[in-house]
């Protein structure tokens, strides 16, 4: 691979601006394919055969009225109540919120807080009317039982005239108003019967009602104090709904604050998919600063940059152009971004670091970058398809939308790679000696830049940095493995609290219209009004009438409201055929807090009991059941990736480093970088420790999408670090060097390149910790804490440690399974046998003028 990899950057020196030129080809093809075939992004996150898609879209079948996302408006006005002028203009807006596409309907919250109290007065009402009707009743049957009497006594006349005077007049008499007092009580007798039935309809309906009304609680959607819960359904879930009827929506509602009115509008209405944020640039501006120190040379910084930047743009450029084939996630090109502009500065800062030593010892400029090439390039290949390799695994995950964002990922760490490989050495050949500031030039004994005095030889700084540190790690390295480990499994113990979950309203800026919204409807309708829970109910019969429709809701409403956790229960939607009722089940914790998992738990496991006790089959969706159920697939499905992952590193390390022990210590590093990730990530986003300070204004459950990302993300730049610092080990040792001096050796060479890296790769992850997008603020904290814990203390601190213990057992491995396994040469044994041998070498060819 290392010879291969000379001859291509050997032509790509040669031939430097042919290279930029089909680079910028590229670039400008990718973005015209962007702005040609690009859609929209969305938020939507699908699990296909999840439960509570498939309620969902039962719910859609049977009550459209009652699908489709919501998005959330509070209203609030300083005058205690709405005013007649404030009504008016509120009237307005609703009315220019439906004309909008998407837009199904606006509930009106000064409708639906007047039929609340008219329900309400109408069962004081109905209370009134049963006992007025039951009075009649009683009066009713005493006349009833007055008129038997009279029939009774009517009957004994008959009797005793029949008996004793049968020719008496009287008798005719009494018989026809015995007759007619009989058929009078037959009719008041059906009557009664008729009233006795109504009154018990009457009864029915007001216990029904009662029960309804009960299950409500205290919901309002209107306050005494001035603030009206608003809500605007759309006709898809909100994650789907096109971000210019959004905008629009916002738009419409300034109308509001002229009339007085404060209008804050929910995450589901605000949230944003752009991909660059100023946090970004920061990282970036940061990771320049980091370069500058590093290299000592603004143009030697400006390379990794610019093949970054390049890589980047390509990358995106095209996934955004594959959008005109698949909807993508809001999520999928910010995590490319971040992954890309880290990768691509670090594997070009490999190769110009590489370079840089080299001229300085001497070199011929087009050898030295083919060289460098065939040495750091393959480095580089390993690193990036280690990369690859574990973002590509994401797809094995239940949710697709991982599976995407790890192949665009991929992809993106792929040109990063191809830019690293092809563009790097054009532009080195292009800068010549202005890669190394005059000043280094001469520091190093150099006349003039390119030019040593004669019989003069530089001298390779990289040759005396970190060797005190690793001498002082590896003279007590059992203490400093135990400190180490000491130190990884204090930060890793917030872990052991981990809670998964996806963001909300309460996770945006302290200053945003969706964190206001939020905060609003916690503290004036409930924290549940947040995320309520939408319960399905399938009748085994559908319901004769709509009093038959009360009764069964009134069942399942009392039946719901036992669960614990549960606040309210509200119906909403009754299918044509009477056959369907869905619900929102308004809990008494917020959707992202823990009591509210506990809730839906509850409510999973009493679905069948509920069912079986109101004849009917029970399903739970909505969003905060998706996040719930998404969470806890997405933690079901970490333990089989991380094996994955690690069976992964142990066969590629192995094949690399040709031995069993550095496989089995490199993955152990990994896995307390990222318990350590882990840790501190928990700390911040679910404690709220430093919240203040890194913008975390609410805590709340960990992102549920971050621990299978981090591993994979982590694994493959832990093995970045491990190539780069422990293969300069493996080379020392081949060379003839013992273990032990090949371990202080490889890290003088390998230290600062992996120290700038980590420094660089940190700063652009960090740069997203204040990203606008909130979902990707946990993953770019976790990465930074990741990068610097597994470079720093893993991979410079503990690795030379544990190396340094071992000795020569370090590199012992069966004879059998070295034959077997293929030889990647990465050290680039080969290419210095080609050109021990004069198979290749330097080429006749001027320096670029500096």
Known sequence: MALRLHHLGRWCATHAKRVLALWLVVLVAAGAGALTFGHPMTNEISVPGSRFEAVLDDLQTEIPDAAGGFGTVVLHTDEGEFTPQQRRVIDKVFA??????????????????????????????SKKDIASGQKELDKAWRKISLGQGQVDYG????????????????????????????????????????????LASGRTQYAAGTHVADGAADTRFVTD?????????????????????KEAIVEIGQQLA??????????????????????????LVIAAIVLMIALGSLVAAGLPIAGALLGVGVGLAGAMAATHFFDMHAMTPALALMLGLAVG??????????????????????????????????????????VAIALTALVVTPVPLLGQMGLVAAATVAVAVCVALTLTPALLHLVGTRVISKRTWAKHGYERPGVAPEGAEGVDADDVFGAGYVKGVTRRPALVVLLVIALCGIIALPTLSLRLGLPDGSSEPAESTAHKAYVQVDEHFGAGANG????????????????????????????????????????????????????????????????????VRLLNASAGPIGKATHSQIGLTGQTVANIEISEQLGDALPPYLAIVIGLSLVLLTIVFRSVLVPLVATAGFLLSVAASFGAAVAVYQWGWLGSVLGVDTPGPMLSFMPIMLIGVLFGLAMDYQMFLVSGMKEAHAHGADARSAVRSGFTHGSKVVLAAALIMASVFAGFIFAHLTMIRPIGFALAVGVLVDALLVRMTLTPAVMHLLGESAWWMPRWL?????????????????EAKGEIGSEPEAAPAS
């Open 345 to 386: 500065i670090d594997y070009a800062l490999f190769i110009v670091n590489r370079h840089r030593t080299q001229i300085l010892d001497g070199r011929e400029m087009t050898d030295s970058i083919a060289h460098a090439v065939g040495t750091a390039g393959s480095a580089v290949v390993v690193a990036g398809t280690t």
């Open 96 to 125: 220019e919120w439906m004309r909008e596409p998407q837009v199904k309907t606006v509930i009106d919250p000064f409708d639906n807080q007047k039929t609340l109290d008219d329900s309400r007065r109408e069962l004081v009402k």
């Open 155 to 198: 009957e004994a006349w008959i009797d005793y005239f029949e008996e004793n005077d049968p020719d008496s007049p009287m008798l005719a008499q009494i018989r026809t108003q015995v007759t007619q007092g009989k058929e009078d009580l037959r009719t008041g007798k059906a009557d009664y019967a008729k009233g006795e039935r109504k």
């Open 532 to 599: 309520p829970v939408i319960a399905v109910a399938t009748l085994d019969e559908a319901a004769k009438d709509d009093d038959a429709v009360l009764v069964r809701q009134s069942e399942v409403v009392r039946q719901l409201q036992n669960v614990g956790g549960v606040h309210a229960v509200i119906p909403f939607g009754v299918s044509d055929d009477r056959k369907t009722l869905a619900f929102q089940v308004v809990t008494d914790a917020g959707p992202a807090d823990a009591e509210t998992s506990e809730t």
């Open 258 to 283: 002229d009339a007085g009115i404060d209008a804050q509008y929910s995450v589901e209405i605000t949230q944003e998919n752009k991909l660059v944020g100023p946090g970004e640039a920061v990282g």
């Open 225 to 245: 104090d001035g603030y009206a819960l608003t809500q605007i359904q759309f006709e898809t879930n909100t994650n789907s709904v096109d971000p210019e009827v």
């Open 818 to 834: 070295d034959r077997i396994l293929p030889n990647l040469d990465v050290e680039g044994t080969a290419l210095e046998q080609a």
